[in-house]
């Protein structure tokens, strides 16, 4: 299991990482490490022919699955679909979810959780273009 690591942290910042992507196995919470407000992000991995080992569902959040590399199949409730590298699945809240890799590379994903119905403004309706200097 690979371990989350707190690699800076300011006022109003925080930057976490796990490391290697190609290295990572099992689950990782990002939530604590970063201490989002929002969200919880998870990264997963699943070997070849594994799926996680149970199914669940939501009360009050949705997940959005990003697949980072591998492929698989999703199953939402009774429905079976194919996912690979740059699949995006969104799960409403009660319903059951799970994911199987399929592919002979490992299955990698971020799973986002947050609050059902939540986004209010996003990207432009919420952002504004600032004038500070770059110090990169
Ligand atoms: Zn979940």
Redesign the pocket.
């Known amino acids: 299991m690979s371990e989350i690591k707190v690699l800076d942290k300011g006022d109003k910042f925080a930057h976490a990482s796990i490391g290697s992507l190609h290295g990572f196995e099992g689950k990782q919470f990002v939530k604590d490490a970063t201490g989002a407000t929002s969200c919880e992000i998870s990264f997963g991995t699943l070997p070849t022919g594994e799926a996680v080992p149970f199914f ?1 569902s ?1 009360k009050a ?1 949705e ?1 959005n699955y990003i697949i980072l590399s591998g492929a698989g199949k999703f199953q939402v409730d009774d429905e079976v679909f194919d996912i690979a590298e740059g699949s995006v699945v969104r799960v409403s809240t009660g319903s059951d ?1 799970n994911l199987r890799c399929t592919s002979a590379e490992p299955l990698c994903y971020i ?1 986002i ?1 947050a609050k059902e119905g939540s986004l209010g403004g996003y990207t432009m309706t919420d952002a504004e273009i600032t004038e500070r200097q770059s110090l990169l």
């Open positions: 669940h939501h959040n997940e979810r799973c959780q």
